[in-house]
C-alpha cells in the first residue's frame, strides 16, 4: 500500500487476548427468534379482476353501474307488458241495434254453467239464440262486446276477437313470448361470453328497437306472435348482458346494492307500466312507450360511455382494448405498483376472444353441480309463484281482480328485494336461499293440506307469504349464479339459470289453455319440488363478500366445505365460507 511521507505510519491493532482455559467462552446474546405467530401477515394483493375494477375509479365506476341500471325501467315496459296485453274482459255475441238492456241479453243469450267450483256461471259469452227464438243456439254471428272495466282498453283480444273459437292464440302468445326470452338468454348469454359485454348489448338493443316496431305495426296475430317471440329474445339479451356487466362492475361489497337497486328499478317500471296502460289505454301506444326510449341508449355504443367489461377484457388478453386501464394506471395510486398491468401490457399476440377448454368445462364437476342445483331452483321457484297468484280463483271459484293480483305481484317483488338487501350480506346467500325456499314450501303445503278450513284472509296471508318467498328465491338464484360462476362462463351459466326459470314459467300459460283442470296436482308436484330443492341448497357454497371468479379453476374452488369437517371459527353453517379462497 502507498503512504504519503507526511502522514503516519498505519499500526495494526493488538489481537484480542484468548479467554483462559479455566472458564468458558460466553455466547454472545442473540435475539430470540420470531415466532410464526408474531410475523405480520404476509401482503395480499386484491385478484387481478379486483384490480381493474379498482383501476376505474369510483366516480367512473358509479356512473357506469347508473347507465347499466337506468335501461331497466324501459325493460319492463316489454318483458312485464304481457299481462296487459293479453287480459281477455267479460264480453257477449253482439245484438243488433243500440245497447242492449239487461232483459234483450237475458232473451237473446243462453245460460251456462260455471266452469270452476264455486262459480255460478251466468251468461253464455260464444253462444246466442237463433233470431231472439230459444229454440236453437249458434255462434256468435256479428262478433263480440267487450265490457273493459280493467286494463287496457285496446289489446290484441279486443281488437282481434281471441275469444271462443280463437281463445287457443292467447296462451299461444303467451308461450311463445316464453321461449323467446328462453331463447334469448341462452343464445345471447353465450354470445356475451365469446363476443364480449358491450357487443352483445349494442346488438341487443338495436334488435329490441327494431322488433319493438315490428310489433307495434303488426296487422294480424300470426305476425304479431313472431315478432313478439324476437322482441322478448332481444330483450331478455339486454336484460342480461346489463347485468352481468353491472355485476363486474362492482367490488364484493357493492354487489348486493346494486342488484337490489337494479331490481328496485325494474318494479318502478312495472309501476310506471300500469299507469301508462292506464293513460294510452292501446297496447300499441304501451309497447311503443317502451321501445322508442331504448334508442337513446344505442348511446353507449359511442367509444367511452359504456365500456367494455374490464374483467371479461382481463381474460381476452386483448392489449389493444385495455390500453385505457393501463392510463389509469399511472394515474391512479391505489394499483400503481400493481404487476397484473404490466403482464397484461406484455402481452404481444392479443386473441379475439377469451379462450375455453371444453374438455376442462366438461371435467369441471363443481361448477357443473352448483349450476343445476341453482337452475332447478329457479324453475320451481318462477314456477310456483303462479300458483300462489291464482289460488284463491282456482279454490273458491272468485278470482281476483286484475289490478290486485298485477299491483300484488309487484310490490311482492319489491319487498323481496328489500328483505335480500336487509339480510344476504348478514346471513348470507346460501342460508337466505335456504330459508326463502323453505317459506315457499311451506306456504304451499299449508294451502294444500288445509284449504278447506282456512277462511278468506287465511288464503290471501298464505298467497301472499308464498308469492313473496318465491320471488325472493328467483331473484337469490340469479345474483347467487352470477357470483359463482366464473367471468369465462358467466354468460352462458346466467342465462341457462334464467332459461331454466322460464321452463317453470311455461305452467302458467299451459294452465290458462286447460282452464286450470288439474291445478290441485300442478301446485301438489311443485310443492314436492321445493323441497327437494331445499336439499339440494344445502351443496351449494357461499359467495359472501369473495372475489368474482376469472377462470375455470377459479370456479371450481366454490365448493361446500365437508359437513364432518372440523370448524375453527363460530360462523354458522348455512354462511360458511369457503376455506379453499
Known amino acids: 500500500m502507498m503512504t504519503s511521507p507526511d502522514s503516519p505510519p498505519l499500526v495494526s491493532p493488538s489481537p484480542c487476548p484468548a479467554p483462559p482455559p479455566s472458564l468458558p467462552s460466553s455466547p454472545v446474546p442473540s435475539s430470540p427468534a420470531p415466532s410464526s405467530s408474531s410475523l405480520p401477515p404476509p401482503l395480499s394483493l386484491p385478484p387481478p379482476g379486483e384490480v381493474m375494477v379498482l383501476a376505474l375509479g369510483r366516480k367512473k365506476q358509479r356512473v357506469l353501474i347508473a347507465l347499466s341500471i337506468l335501461p331497466n325501467l324501459f325493460l319492463a315496459f316489454l318483458l312485464s307488458s304481457d299481462p296487459l296485453i293479453t287480459l281477455s274482459p267479460p264480453h257477449h255475441c253482439r245484438l243488433p241495434g243500440p245497447a242492449p238492456s239487461p232483459q234483450v241479453l237475458n232473451a237473446s243469450l243462453p245460460r251456462e254453467r260455471g266452469e270452476r267450483a264455486g262459480d255460478s256461471g251466468g251468461l253464455s259469452q260464444c253462444k246466442q239464440y237463433v233470431n231472439g227464438s230459444q229454440s236453437a243456439v249458434v255462434d256468435c254471428e256479428a262478433g263480440w262486446d267487450y265490457n273493459v272495466t280493467e286494463g287496457l282498453r285496446n289489446n290484441i283480444v279486443t281488437e282481434w276477437d281471441l275469444v271462443c273459437t280463437q281463445y287457443w292464440l292467447v296462451p299461444v302468445e303467451e308461450v311463445c313470448f316464453i321461449l323467446g326470452v328462453l331463447t334469448g338468454c341462452l343464445g345471447l348469454g353465450y354470445a356475451a361470453d365469446r363476443l364480449g359485454r358491450s357487443k352483445t348489448l349494442l346488438t341487443s338493443l338495436t334488435l329490441s328497437v327494431v322488433f319493438g316496431v315490428l310489433v307495434c305495426v303488426s296487422p294480424y296475430p300470426s305476425l304479431f306472435i313472431v315478432m313478439r ?17 353491472r355485476l363486474e362492475l362492482c367490488d364484493p361489497s357493492l354487489r348486493l346494492v346494486v342488484t337490489m337497486l337494479a331490481g328496485l328499478m325494474t318494479v318502478a317500471g312495472e309501476l310506471l307500466l300500469l299507469a301508462v296502460a292506464l293513460g294510452c289505454q292501446s297496447w300499441r301506444g304501451l309497447l311503443g312507450a317502451g321501445s ?23 381474460l381476452s388478453e386483448r392489449s389493444g382494448d385495455t390500453s385505457s386501464f393501463s392510463e389509469r394506471r399511472n394515474s391512479s395510486r391505489d394499483v400503481r405498483d400493481d404487476e397484473s398491468f404490466t403482464e397484461l ?16 368445462l366438461f ?92 277462511s278468506e284472509a287465511a288464503i290471501t296471508v298464505f298467497s ?75 351443496l351449494l357454497p357461499e359467495s359472501k363478500r369473495k372475489p368474482l371468479p376469472q377462470t375455470l379453476a377459479d370456479g371450481e374452488q366454490y365448493r361446500r366445505p365437508p359437513l364432518g369437517r372440523r370448524r375453527r371459527d363460530n360462523v354458522p353453517l348455512l354462511a360458511t365460507p369457503n376455506p379453499e379462497t
Not at 401490457?345 to 376442462?360: I, M
Not at 300458483?387 to 281482480?401: H, K, N
Not at 314459467?505 to 323441497?531: E, I, K, Q, T
Request: overall charge neutral.
Open 464 to 538: 301472499v307469504l308464498g308469492l313473496f318467498s318465491s320471488q325472493a328465491t328467483a331473484s337469490l338464484c340469479i345474483l347467487f349464479t352470477a357470483e359463482i360462476m366464473p367471468t369465462i362462463i358467466r354468460g352462458s351459466c346466467v342465462g341457462a339459470v334464467l332459461a331454466l326459470g322460464c321452463v317453470g314459467r311455461l305452467s302458467s300459460p299451459l294452465m290458462d289453455l286447460r282452464n286450470h283442470y288439474g291445478y290441485f296436482l300442478h301446485h301438489v308436484v311443485y310443492s314436492s319440488l321445493a323441497l327437494l330443492a331445499v336439499l339440494s341448497i344445502l
Open 363 to 454: 371435467h369441471s364437476r363443481n361448477i357443473w353441480k352448483n349450476m343445476w342445483v341453482l337452475g332447478f331452483t329457479s324453475l320451481i321457484s318462477h314456477g310456483i309463484s303462479h300458483c300462489y297468484s291464482s289460488f284463491r280463483g282456482d279454490v273458491r271459484g272468485t278470482a281476483p281482480s286484475f289490478y290486485w293480483t298485477y299491483l300484488l305481484s309487484v310490490c311482492a317483488g319489491g319487498g323481496a328485494w328489500l328483505l335480500l338487501w336487509a339480510t344476504v350480506d348478514r346471513c348470507g346467500r346460501r342460508g337466505i336461499l335456504l330459508l326463502a325456499m323453505t317459506m315457499t314450501g311451506l306456504a304451499s303445503l299449508i294451502l294444500l293440506g288445509l284449504m278447506e278450513y282456512l
Open 229 to 245: 317471440f324476437c322482441l322478448a329474445a332481444a330483450s331478455a339479451g339486454v336484460y342480461l348482458t346489463l347485468y352481468i356487466s
Open 345 to 360: 401490457d406484455s402481452e404481444p399476440a392479443p386473441s379475439t376472444h377469451p379462450h375455453l377448454s371444453f374438455p376442462e
Open 292 to 314: 322508442a326510449p331504448l334508442t337513446l341508449f344505442l348511446s353507449y355504443g359511442i367509444p367511452g360511455v359504456f365500456p367494455e367489461s374490464p374483467r371479461w377484457l382481463l
